[in-house]
């Protein structure tokens, strides 16, 4: 008895093999590559991170509404903050607030930032503690309560982006919304509590009456003109109030970020991180892949043996085919 396997070839020939290495080559190597290349261009176009300063709101030394005060000399001292006097920044305050309101109605919260001299703020303070009352403003409300101390000609300065002085005195509200809904609380379930390690922690720990609030309190501040003053004598400092108690606003977290103020496709490849390296990446790569497969046609039409060396080759002696990939297997 005799059982005959036909065993196929294999058709594989040079070009397959050379177009298996370039694909390789472009998911494996060139790919990660661009990604390494990407992340080295964003760091050349963007060397200043973020830089954030906790901040300690007071509400014991004047009333129980929420302020601030932040000493330039003290964050210039400090070499760790790193935040150079001459770049523009965009100074950013971050705070979580909580809705107090039973019925769940937005809350109005006004915020006033101003820049003054440090003599400034400890004769706002004393009058402040003197006159024992309560005004809207914790610190920057005794203006009218000095005769010493005109409002109209108090050195409030701020710096603009044309780098000239002027009165400043920033005063604006912002909402606090109490509608945000809960995927996960342990007051409020609406997912199971078995589910709850395997959701992110940002639904974990929301809560419908948090939010988190980014106020904008300069644009484009140098503090290199601070610099200067500072080398006449005068200190500045930067004081941040609320105009209300200490219900709507948790200061616990809050922290002062300093943003540079990019532009053009800096402020594009900063504000939209995720956008930027979907756009960029897949740049980097084309032209990656580009010259990969310039080099391999090159290579293949400097070294690919010609028609006229193919026929100069001696004929080797004629074999009598064999079925290719029979084997004969005999069963006794």
């Known amino acids: 008895m005799k059982i005959l396997i036909n065993i196929p070839a294999l058709a594989i020939t040079r070009s397959?093999?050379?177009?298996?290495?370039?694909?390789?080559?472009?998911?494996?190597?060139?790919?990660?590559?661009?990604?390494?290349?990407?992340?080295?261009?964003?760091?050349?176009?963007?060397?200043?991170?973020?830089?954030?300063?906790?901040l300690n709101f007071n509400y014991q030394v004047l009333s129980h509404k929420p302020f601030v005060v932040v000493d330039f000399r003290e964050?210039?001292?400090?070499?760790?903050?790193?935040?150079?006097?001459?770049?523009?920044?965009?100074?950013?305050?971050?705070?979580?607030?909580?809705?107090?309101?039973?019925?769940?109605?937005?809350?109005?919260?006004?915020?006033?930032?101003?820049?003054?001299?440090?003599?400034?703020?400890?004769?706002?303070?004393?009058?402040?503690?003197?006159?024992?009352?309560?005004?809207?403003?914790?610190?920057?409300?005794n203006l009218a309560l000095s005769k010493a101390i005109q409002y109209q000609q108090s050195q409030l300065l701020v710096i603009t982006k044309s780098n000239f002085f002027q009165e400043f005195s920033?005063?604006?509200?912002?909402?606090?919304?109490?509608?945000?809904?809960?995927?996960?609380?342990?007051?409020?379930?609406?997912?199971?509590?078995?589910?709850?390690?395997?959701l992110p922690g940002y639904f974990q720990s929301r809560d419908r009456t948090a939010n988190h609030l980014q106020l904008l309190l300069?644009?484009?501040?140098?503090?290199?003109?601070?610099?200067?003053?500072?080398?006449?004598?005068?200190?500045?400092?930067?004081?941040?109030?609320?105009?209300?108690?200490?219900?709507?606003?948790?200061?616990?977290?809050?922290?002062?970020?300093?943003?540079?103020?990019?532009?053009g496709i800096r402020y594009f490849l900063y504000h939209y991180r995720l956008t930027s390296a979907a756009v960029f990446i897949p740049i980097f790569w084309s032209f990656s892949s580009l010259g990969c497969l310039l080099v391999v046609l090159f290579i293949w039409f400097r070294f690919a043996p010609s028609e006229t060396s193919q026929q100069n080759h001696t004929e080797k002696p004629e074999l009598t085919?064999?079925?290719?990939?029979?084997?004969?297997?005999?069963l006794r």
Not at 115 to 140: F, H
Not at 185 to 193: E, F, S
Not at 321 to 330: A, H, N
């Open 75 to 141: 964050l210039f001292g400090n070499t760790d903050t790193g935040i150079n006097p001459e770049v523009e920044y965009d100074l950013t305050l971050n705070i979580d607030g909580y809705c107090s309101n039973p019925n769940g109605r937005p809350q109005m919260i006004s915020r006033k930032v101003s820049i003054m001299n440090e003599w400034e703020v400890r004769k706002l303070v004393a009058l402040r503690e003197e006159a024992n009352d309560d005004g809207n403003w914790p610190i920057s409300g």
């Open 321 to 330: 085919p064999q079925p290719e990939g029979d084997l004969e297997l005999e």
């Open 218 to 263: 300069l644009k484009s501040f140098v503090f290199k003109n601070f610099l200067l003053q500072r080398s006449r004598g005068d200190h500045h400092q930067l004081v941040v109030e609320f105009a209300s108690n200490d219900e709507g606003i948790n200061i616990e977290t809050a922290e002062l970020l300093f943003q540079v103020n990019w532009t």
């Open 16 to 54: 397959t093999i050379y177009v298996t290495i370039l694909i390789i080559a472009n998911t494996a190597i060139l790919l990660p590559w661009s990604v390494v290349c990407f992340l080295r261009f964003y760091e050349l176009l963007i060397p200043i991170p973020e830089i954030r300063v906790p």
């Open 170 to 198: 920033n005063i604006r509200s912002f909402m606090l919304h109490c509608d945000a809904q809960v995927l996960y609380a342990m007051n409020h379930q609406w997912v199971p509590l078995a589910f709850a390690p395997f």
